[in-house]
């Protein structure tokens, strides 16, 4: 049939079809004026949400011509609410140490976590009350109590994070710095016509962007570094099998704390009797605690060397440019990982080989001398301590908690030798001074051994106890007593 005059009304009606199908906003503009050309109302939604206000029709444009509108809109809602998760932090804050703490949960509850029950506490308190006993047989340094906690890996992370927050914090604000550096490079090397059309106005320097930019990447940064740290104390959080194993003073309270889930883990394939594994772990963490509460100087000197060795970390802001520009910058995913790859593995420089040779001189003495008085207060009482001393030393000469810790937060690896070495002096201090000499040997930080000391510890044993050395002890009171405390410096006498 052919095609026949169409009167006015049709036409009316044909036109109001047409602009009923051109949604229009609560104000009656069209809303591809305001959501770039059809950006589904979903989107706009979360899009505002993510603004804090009405979105902007210029970047809505921007948006829709970078595919914004192929995106899910339940997948763009979660990635808005994990954002704002991310960036609710203080200004101030090097990292989110709330957002670590969440990640750090997140990651030990995939990996399988549980409530502690009553009778794994019960458990817990025997064997810390009859390590305590034996422990006071082979040293003179007094328990601080005998309180216990038997936590699950969720509370360990709880009771650890601020301390983990305290050691890492240099890192994340030389992390801030260089990704802020890196990030500024590339906007002032950009002209407008390096970006996609419509994302700035027109003559709009991107460099000028940056002064509104810099909080927000400030708030990227110290989400990502701590995604990094909830990731790597969750990973830690599976392993570890007490409060302080690492060797750090970790735990606020002078408490003897287990994790009964990993006590069984590692106990799995020893051929050794469960309540055999647990007070010898007991007795090592309980000896941990004591020395960390007798020798007052050894946790503030521990957390120092940490702190320095991260302060100085060197970060190749080359090396992160050249990540940003290797990946999509929409995936968060890709960006993070990228970006860790690069920050984390530094080429050490003098001051931090100076600290880390400190760190793990002062690791190696604290381990080392648990080793000894853990022997010394088992080897009577349990048939399997042999073989538990060795299952211990086994696991670090693997890669034990603390290296995986400390290699992923700060790029430190520990060096199994130096516990055996710091072992052999205390064993040795011990044979030829007694136990009490060998416990003297933490009275101070500058008379306490040294690297060097490892290297030779029979050197050592012979120069302690003798005239130049209880010279060097009057001279020490003499100092004290008129005020000044020699070796509270961050290195102290012998340059750690």
Known sequence: MPDLPRDHDDQSDDQSDDQSDDPRDESGRPSDDALGDALSPEIAEVLARLTGGEVDPDLAKALKDMGIDQVDPAMLQMMVGQMQSMFASTDTDAFNLTLATDTARKTVSEAGDAVVGEAAQRQLDQAVQVAELWLDEVTAFEAPGISTHAWSRAEWVEATMATWGTLVEPVAEGVGRAVGDAMRTQLQQLGESGLPEGLLPAGMDPAAMLGQMEPMLAKMSGAMFGLQVGQAVGALATETVSGTEV?????????????????????????????????????????????????????????????????????????????????????????????????????????????????????ALVEGWVDVVADRATREHLPQSAALGEAVRRRRATGGPAEKAFAGLVGLELRPRRLRDAANLWAALEAKHGPDGRDAGWGHPDVAPTGADLDDPLGYVERFGTSESADLDAALDQLLREGETPGDDETGADGR
């Open 247 to 363: 060797g750090l003073p970790l735990v606020a309270d002078r408490s003897v704390a287990l994790l009964p889930a990993n006590v069984e883990a590692f106990a799995e394939g020893l051929g050794v009797d469960l309540d055999q594994v647990r007070i010898y772990l007991a007795v090592r963490e309980a000896a941990r605690v004591r020395l960390f509460s007798e020798v007052p100087w050894i946790g503030p000197q521990l957390v120092a060397a940490v702190r320095d060795y991260a302060r100085d970390i060197s970060i190749d802001t080359d090396r992160i440019e050249s990540a940003l520009q290797s990946v999509d910058a929409s995936d968060a995913t890709a960006l993070q990982s990228a970006l860790q790859d690069q920050l984390f593995r530094p080429d050490p420089s003098p001051a931090q080989r100076a600290a880390l040779a400190r760190l793990e001189t002062y690791l």
